[in-house]
């Protein structure tokens, strides 16, 4: 026996189910075959010399099945030229033609494992897009496309129990064939067949550069020409003035003051950016006013300068130190519960195990992942906090006294430019970050957010068109938004009406758990988004997403809760002396509560059966008892009762990475979704190893992208707020009031 014969044996029991031409003595010798030769790994070395074997194996296989589909083909009306040409590749596996091998070899083909829920056969696409068909006596010729044929049950049937799941197969057809034709083809292949019927077909496509990807191009462009004129300006002035400080001519002033989460948005003297001026003679400046001031908003693209105030672990005075830690430890939760859910949120089921999502999922250590929904809680949490805190202490500097409207301009501006620029690139640019038998030919949004960008613009998409949201995990931006609008009323009544603003507080908070609970229970709706068998119904799951997961009065709660905490700050001026036991005590309850929050559902996966009432009792307790034990942890650490755990979340390498949490929120759902969809073979989930590496891998990639994101979009806009608005917002306010929207500038997403 040779070694081709080898690869004749395996292909034949691989594509066993699909003919019945190669059952009976042909499995069985080929059975024998393999049983025989399989442990020499000799035979392998033969593999690419000799396809004969192949070929005449699969000509006989081919001969009779697939010419009664290609005839039946012909009622439906698939183009002349794909009948042809599919012709063509039966006559070349005839002719022995190692192409014609290759197309039928990148088929989908019955994996181990169907039992468990492997149904989605992707086959060979890189094998299928590399073929190039050159038929011997044959002028035309064409290439290998890569489709997908999703083929389902009848009505009240399922495959291994998931229903509304297809079976999906990749198959390699000429490239002259239209996904149309391939549709065809397939029912005129299922027309013995009555448990199969063809639900859809996809051929993968290039991505074609278009005025929306052309637009896109230009803009980036742009913002790269700046940032190099920038970056080289800044550069070479700073070199010069070194230079020039070296002859005792100049010295550099550099009003670069660093631009934290406290830093005022009304101080002239810091524009964010290098200013010079002489140290002799009058203290004029280099250059002209106007000259200068276009040179200073050129510098506030300057890499060097942006990256340098990113990364400096400078501590402004009166900061709260462990709110960093507290930040980026809540964005790592965030992106290892998106590490799982991304991969049950696409229109393909990425795994070949489904069947054993409820095992997984309930397993005791994954109900930190199953969770991770509780991580957007602390970023509420911390939004709150330091938007009551800070403004508290400006409305008590200025008397009460705050120009409001540069207060929501701030905020707009922080946040709006970053968002529509990446925005931008996930609409535009990201359909052509990769390929594969899962890429979507249009990119990962819906319609290219035609009809939607503009809720993002506006922060309501929690609100209109819910069920197609542009860049859906942005809902949480349109809460923070939401919140931060009506958040001055609170705090001037907690400011000028303590005991009015505490009660307005408090009933709001029983409101917000009041409808949370209400609507979970009325509506009979599940607590969490993943793993127990109401979650199993999709309406059920797209109610409580739209009723209660996105809408703000369900999720207020830690809003509500850190600006009570912020309250607390500033009335006892962050000191506060307790009792070394009152403190254990405080520890105790606070971690009790938090496990007993995130462990709770863990018997729900095992039998146990929540009634519609404890569902909405957890539902409007749960978040806020979160809050509660976080800002525990929060207060313990300011107050210095938290030893150890200050000391970590204090850690002044988190500096960096806390300033970058906006940037990776926004753009790491984009990485996790050009990697799984990219993918050429499906995940396989058994313990959570796999998904450690990916959640590592994830955070590093996140934070990479966000760097560069921040430099190039973020920073700018940061420093050129501060030198385009710092005449008009000095001149309408007073000195004294000159800091009180550096409120807004902690409030990270």
Same mark, same amino acid.
């Given at each position: 026996?040779?070694?081709?014969?080898?690869?004749?044996?395996?292909?034949?029991?691989?594509?066993?189910?699909?003919?019945?031409?190669?059952?009976?003595?042909?499995?069985?010798?080929?059975?024998?075959?393999?049983?025989?030769?399989?442990?020499?790994?000799?035979?392998?070395?033969?593999?690419?010399?000799?396809?004969?074997?192949?070929?005449?194996?699969?000509?006989?296989?081919?001969?009779?099945?697939?010419?009664?589909?290609?005839?039946?083909?012909?009622?439906?009306?698939?183009?002349?030229?794909?009948?042809?040409?599919?012709?063509?590749?039966?006559?070349?596996?005839?002719?022995?033609?190692?192409?014609?091998?290759?197309?039928?070899?990148?088929?989908?083909?019955?994996?181990?494992?169907?039992?468990?829920?492997?149904?989605?056969?992707?086959?060979?696409?890189?094998?299928?897009?590399?073929?190039?068909?050159?038929?011997?006596?044959?002028?035309?010729?064409?290439?290998?496309?890569?489709?997908?044929?999703?083929?389902?049950?009848?009505?009240?049937?399922?495959?291994?129990?998931?229903?509304?799941?297809?079976?999906?197969?990749?198959?390699?057809?000429?490239?002259?064939?239209?996904?149309?034709?391939?549709?065809?083809?397939?029912?005129?292949?299922?027309?013995?067949?009555?448990?199969?019927?063809?639900?859809?077909?996809?051929?993968?496509?290039?991505?074609?550069?278009?005025?929306?990807?052309?637009?896109?191009?230009?803009?980036?462009?742009?913002?790269?020409?700046?940032?190099?004129?920038?970056?080289?300006?800044?550069?070479?002035?700073?070199?010069?003035?070194?230079?020039?400080?070296?002859?005792?001519?100049?010295?550099?002033?550099?009003?670069?003051?660093?631009?934290?989460?406290?830093?005022?948005?009304?101080?002239?003297?810091?524009?964010?950016?290098?200013?010079?001026?002489?140290?002799?003679?009058?203290?004029?400046?280099?250059?002209?006013?106007?000259?200068?001031?276009?040179?200073?908003?050129?510098?506030?693209?300057?890499?060097?300068?942006?990256?340098?105030?990113?990364?400096?672990?400078?501590?402004?005075?009166?900061?709260?130190?462990?709110?960093?830690?507290?930040?980026?430890?809540?964005?790592?939760?965030?992106?290892?519960?998106?590490?799982?859910?991304?991969?049950?949120?696409?229109?393909?089921?990425?795994?070949?195990?489904?069947?054993?999502?409820?095992?997984?999922?309930?397993?005791?250590?994954?109900?930190?992942?199953?969770?991770?929904?509780?991580?957007?809680?602390?970023?509420?949490?911390?939004?709150?906090?330091?938007?009551?805190?800070?403004?508290?202490?400006?409305?008590?500097?200025?008397?009460?006294?705050?120009?409001?409207?540069?207060?929501?301009?701030?905020?707009?501006?922080?946040?709006?430019?970053?968002?529509?620029?990446?925005?931008?690139?996930?609409?535009?640019?990201?359909?052509?970050?990769?390929?594969?038998?899962?890429?979507?030919?249009?990119?990962?949004?819906?319609?290219?957010?035609?009809?939607?960008?503009?809720?993002?613009?506006?922060?309501?998409?929690?609100?209109?068109?819910?069920?197609?949201?542009?860049?859906?995990?942005?809902?949480?931006?349109?809460?923070?938004?939401?919140?931060?609008?009506?958040?001055?009323?609170?705090?001037?009544?907690?400011?000028?009406?303590?005991? %009015? *603003?505490? $009660?307005?507080? =408090?009933?709001?908070?029983? !409101?917000?758990?009041?409808?949370?609970? +209400? &609507?979970?229970?009325?509506?009979?709706?599940?607590?969490?988004?993943?793993?127990?068998?109401?979650?199993?119904?999709?309406?059920?799951?797209?109610?409580?997403?739209?009723?209660?997961?996105?809408?703000?009065?369900?999720?207020?709660?830690?809003?509500?809760?850190?600006?009570?905490?912020?309250?607390?700050?500033?009335?006892?001026?962050?000191?506060?002396?307790?009792?070394?036991?009152?403190?254990?005590?405080?520890?105790?309850?606070?971690?009790?509560?938090?496990?007993?929050?995130?462990?709770?559902?863990?018997?729900?996966?095992?039998?146990?059966?929540?009634?519609?009432?404890?569902?909405?009792?957890?539902?409007?307790?749960?978040?806020?008892?979160?809050?509660?034990?976080?800002?525990?942890?929060?207060?313990?650490?300011?107050?210095?009762? %938290? *030893?150890? $755990?200050?000391? =970590?979340?204090?850690?002044? !390498?988190?500096?960096?990475?806390?300033? +970058? &949490?906006?940037?990776?929120?926004?753009?790491?759902?984009?990485?996790?979704?050009?990697?799984?969809?990219?993918?050429?073979?499906?995940?396989?989930?058994?313990?959570?190893?796999?998904?450690?590496?990916?959640?590592?891998?994830?955070?590093?990639?996140?934070?990479?992208?966000?760097?560069?994101?921040?430099?190039?979009?973020?920073?700018?806009?940061?420093?050129?707020?501060?030198?385009?608005?710092?005449?008009?917002?000095?001149?309408?306010?007073?000195?004294?009031?000159?800091?009180?929207?550096?409120?807004?500038?902690?409030?990270?997403?």
């Amino acid at each position: 026996m040779t070694a081709p014969q080898l690869l004749v044996g395996m292909l034949l029991l691989a594509t066993s189910v699909h003919s019945q031409d190669i059952r009976g003595m042909r499995e069985i010798q080929a059975r024998q075959w393999l049983a025989t030769h399989l442990h020499s790994p000799e035979t392998l070395k033969d593999l690419p010399l000799n396809y004969e074997d192949v070929f005449d194996a699969f000509s006989s296989m081919l001969n009779g099945k697939l010419l009664k589909i290609l005839v039946g083909a012909v009622d439906y009306n698939v183009s002349a030229t794909c009948l042809n040409d599919t012709v063509s590749i039966l006559r070349n596996l005839q002719q022995r033609q190692p192409w014609a091998l290759e197309m039928l070899d990148a088929a989908g083909k019955p994996p181990a494992g169907i039992l468990e829920g492997a149904i989605i056969w992707l086959g060979g696409y890189d094998e299928c897009v590399a073929v190039r068909a050159v038929p011997p006596t044959e002028s035309h010729q064409f290439a290998g496309k890569y489709c997908t044929l999703t083929l389902a049950p009848l009505a009240n049937e399922s495959f291994q129990g998931l229903p509304g799941i297809g079976l999906i197969e990749g198959i390699c057809v000429p490239s002259t064939c239209s996904t149309q034709d391939v549709k065809y083809m397939a029912v005129a292949a299922l027309a013995g067949v009555t448990q199969l019927h063809v639900v859809a077909e996809n051929c993968v496509e290039a991505a074609v550069i278009d005025w929306r990807a052309i637009t896109a191009i230009i803009v980036l462009s742009i913002f790269v020409i700046l940032v190099t004129m920038g970056t080289v300006y800044d550069v070479f002035l700073r070199m010069w003035q070194w230079w020039e400080a070296e002859n005792s001519a100049y010295s550099p002033i550099v009003s670069a003051n660093l631009v934290t989460e406290n830093s005022p948005i009304l101080n002239k003297a810091a524009t964010g950016v290098g200013h010079y001026q002489t140290i002799a003679g009058s203290g004029s400046s280099l250059l002209t006013p106007p000259a200068e001031n276009v040179c200073r908003q050129l510098q506030c693209f300057s890499a060097y300068a942006n990256g340098a105030k990113l990364l400096a672990t400078h501590r402004a005075p009166g900061t709260l130190d462990c709110v960093h830690g507290v930040r980026f430890l809540s964005m790592s939760w965030v992106i290892l519960g998106h590490c799982f859910v991304a991969t049950a949120q696409q229109e393909i089921i990425l795994w070949n195990n489904p069947i054993h999502f409820e095992e997984v999922v309930g397993k005791f250590g994954f109900q930190a992942i199953a969770n991770a929904t509780y991580s957007v809680d602390s970023f509420f949490l911390l939004s709150g906090l330091l938007v009551g805190y800070l403004t508290l202490k400006e409305l008590k500097k200025s008397d009460g006294k705050i120009f409001w409207p540069m207060y929501y301009f701030h905020r707009f501006w922080r946040l709006t430019p970053t968002y529509m620029l990446i925005l931008m690139v996930d609409v535009c640019l990201v359909r052509f970050f990769g390929d594969g038998p899962m890429w979507p030919k249009d990119g990962f949004e819906k319609d290219y957010c035609r009809t939607t960008w503009w809720t993002n613009l506006l922060y309501i998409n929690n609100f209109v068109h819910t069920d197609v949201q542009c860049m859906g995990w942005s809902w949480y931006l349109a809460n923070d938004m939401q919140f931060f609008v009506i958040s001055p009323i609170i705090l001037f009544l907690l400011f000028r009406y303590h005991k %009015a *603003g505490i $009660v307005l507080l =408090l009933s709001l908070l029983a !409101a917000s758990c009041l409808s949370a609970g +209400l &609507t979970t229970s009325l509506k009979d709706l599940p607590v969490n988004l993943v793993g127990n068998e109401q979650v199993k119904a999709q309406a059920k799951f797209d109610v409580f997403f739209d009723w209660v997961y996105i809408k703000p009065w369900s999720r207020i709660q830690p809003y509500l809760i850190g600006i009570a905490l912020g309250y607390i700050f500033y009335r006892t001026n962050c000191k506060c002396q307790l009792n070394k036991l009152v403190v254990l005590g405080c520890w105790v309850v606070a971690a009790a509560l938090a496990l007993s929050i995130l462990y709770a559902f863990y018997p729900a996966y095992h039998g146990s059966v929540w009634s519609s009432a404890l569902n909405g009792f957890y539902s409007s307790v749960s978040r806020t008892g979160w809050s509660l034990s976080l800002a525990w942890v929060i207060f313990a650490c300011v107050t210095g009762h %938290a *030893g150890f $755990v200050n000391t =970590l979340l204090s850690w002044s !390498a988190l500096i960096p990475l806390s300033r +970058l &949490t906006y940037c990776a929120y926004l753009i790491h759902p984009i990485i996790m979704e050009c990697f799984y969809m990219s993918r050429r073979q499906l995940l396989h989930w058994h313990n959570h190893l796999e998904i450690t590496m990916f959640f590592l891998a994830f955070l590093v990639m996140s934070y990479m992208a966000a760097f560069v994101a921040s430099v190039v979009f973020e920073s700018p806009f940061i420093a050129l707020e501060k030198i385009i608005f710092a005449k008009q917002m000095a001149a309408q306010t007073k000195p004294h009031e000159q800091s009180q929207n550096r409120a807004t500038r902690s409030v990270e997403a």
